[in-house]
């Protein structure tokens, strides 16, 4: 039913594989009004832009279409049907007229392709108390559906298990892990309910909260859908959590209050003297000439632009996932807005849970990008490093000296050379050490594995920083902890490296301060003549 491709963080290429065709994901199902009697966006449009599954909402069709019958004849679409089940009308309305039974038996005569048990949504502002007893009552819908969803006649329907319990992640975690029995009988996708309001008002983090929550509570092959997503701002940042599946109005909701969707932020649309994008519709026409169309033609264009956004939004986070280049994506898409900046920041304290499921190398792995001191926390980056220090700490017993030199090149011959160079003017006996190369953020690079990824496959682009000094100098202090009180360590100081230079008097420092003092030699001035073409 759900198969992975491609892994990178937590985030995933997958397939979902439903009666009417397969959704490649991370995928966004555009919600559909089926009350409507002509949509803003045609369905063929949609599918012609790469949207092969929509949402529409079950109760809205019982209750004031009526129909009985399949509702791929009745939308005239030949996708993917996802059908919500009223529990968005009780979060504006309270209540609604129908039981969670009878939702059920609906969505599997209309043959919906994928369907969702009339849960109980948590407003932002509930109680404890409130929200609580909607994640109780949730799973009890969820135990009771069991019966009708593995019936002969629903069989084929792909079931979805909310979780809710609003912003209290203790909530989310218990019933998470409660739900997962209940999952194995006739469900095929969890979900986490209700971050409408949260995401309206752009409080990104504690979305972010919510989804950990629950993603790090349910099996990891399970795919996982959050309500209520559809802005290109918290996509990425949900994906690499292990958020496989969105749906969302915003590309309609946006357009009807002239508001204009980028990959950056949103726009008001009569603010627009250019169009910061170049599909079809921004190609085509001017805000001025859109400004001076009938309402609903300006609002379907305006529509069919941010659905434009949405996909390119979409298929940008699955190159970088295929390339595993995931880091360096959030990376960049944290500096565009202070919403994405609070959720990038919020993501730092699931690194743990990121790193057991990032691929320390794939066939598909790029070099890796070092653009800002967020690039320390890079998997591919810290993996590596923790990587080195375990093999140091089996290493060094065998060696009586570590020689520490900078990594001034990519080029291996070149810097065996350099290093052969430096330990003979050293005066150190070759036989007797093991040498480290050392550069800011990257860290240690035992020499022998210099031709290794990521070692191999990098490029630099930021300013070293104080911050990256330091974790550089405790990086090596760590080093050298590691090879006992009687070991010397030397480092080897190429004068005219900036960066070099403050590192080594922060190391200094360092030794004078702990009981490294006489244990750490620093040979200076031997790099004089030797070309620095690295930075």
């Known amino acids: 039913m759900f198969e992975i491709r491609d892994v990178d963080l937590a985030g995933r290429i997958g397939k979902l594989k439903t009666k009417s065709g397969v959704i490649e994901t991370p995928y966004l199902f555009p919600v559909i009004d089926p009350a409507l009697k002509e949509q803003y966006v045609k369905l063929n449009e949609m599918l012609d832009l790469g949207f092969t599954g929509i949402i529409t909402n079950a ?44 939702i059920l038996e609906y969505q599997c005569t209309i043959r919906s392709d994928i ?88 409080m990104f983090d504690k979305v972010i909260d919510m989804i950990f929550a629950v993603r790090s509570s349910i099996p990891f092959a399970a795919p996982l859908h959050l309500f209520g997503a559809g802005h290109p701002l918290i996509l990425p940042f949900a994906v690499a959590l292990g958020v496989d599946l969105f749906d969302s109005a915003s590309y309609i909701l946006y357009a009807k209050d002239g508001r204009y969707i980028t990959r950056r932020g949103t726009y008001r649309f009569e603010e627009l003297e250019y169009f910061p994008c170049s599909c079809p519709v921004c190609s085509k026409y001017s805000p001025r000439e859109l400004r001076e169309m009938a309402e609903h033609e300006r609002t379907r264009l305006l529509a069919l632009h941010n659905l434009y956004v949405l996909i390119e939004e979409l298929k940008e986070i699955k190159q970088a996932i295929k390339e595993n280049r995931f880091w360096e994506y959030l990376e960049a898409k944290a500096q565009v807005h202070p919403a994405a900046r609070r959720a990038f920041n919020r993501l730092l304290q699931y690194l743990e849970f990121l790193y057991r499921h990032t691929p320390y190398s794939s066939p598909n792995s790029r070099a890796v990008f070092i653009l800002s001191n967020d690039s320390l926390y890079n998997p591919r980056v810290l993996i590596p490093r923790r990587k080195v220090l375990s093999i140091a700490r089996t290493q060094s017993e065998n060696r009586k000296i570590i020689v520490l030199v900078p990594f001034i090149s990519k080029d291996s011959i070149r810097m065996q050379n350099i290093v052969n160079d430096l330990i003979s003017r050293s005066g150190i006996e070759a036989s007797s050490i093991i ?67 403050m590192l080594i008097n922060r190391l200094i420092q360092i030794a004078k301060n702990s009981m490294l003092e006489g244990n750490v030699y620093i040979v200076s001035d031997i790099c004089e003549n030797v070309e620095i073409n690295f930075y």
């Open 435 to 501: 040498v480290y190369l050392y550069l800011p953020v990257l860290g240690l690079v035992p020499l022998r594995l210099m031709n290794v990824y990521p070692f191999s496959q990098f490029e630099v682009g930021l300013k070293v920083t104080e911050e990256i000094i330091n974790d550089l100098a405790y990086l090596i202090l760590e080093l050298i902890l590691l090879t006992g009180k009687s070991k010397k360590v030397v480092v080897l100081w190429c004068t005219n490296i900036q960066w070099n230079t």
């Open 59 to 102: 109760y809205l069709l019982k209750k004031h279409v009526g129909i009985n019958y399949d509702v791929h004849k009745y939308l005239g679409f030949e996708g993917v049907i996802m059908t919500d089940s009223g529990a968005y009308q009780i979060l504006k309305y309270g209540h609604i007229d129908v039981t969670n039974n009878e």
């Open 115 to 202: 369907g969702v048990i009339l849960d109980i949504p948590t407003t932002y502002e509930a109680s404890y108390e409130d929200a609580y007893n909607s994640a109780f009552i949730t799973l009890q819908r969820a135990e009771e559906a069991t019966r009708i969803i593995t019936s002969q006649h629903c069989k084929d329907i792909l079931w979805v298990l909310p979780i809710q319990g609003g912003v209290y992640t203790e909530i989310l975690r218990e019933f998470a892990k409660k739900s997962v029995e209940v999952f194995y009988n006739g469900f095929s996708i969890f979900a986490v309910g209700s971050p409408t309001t949260l995401l309206e008002q752009y």
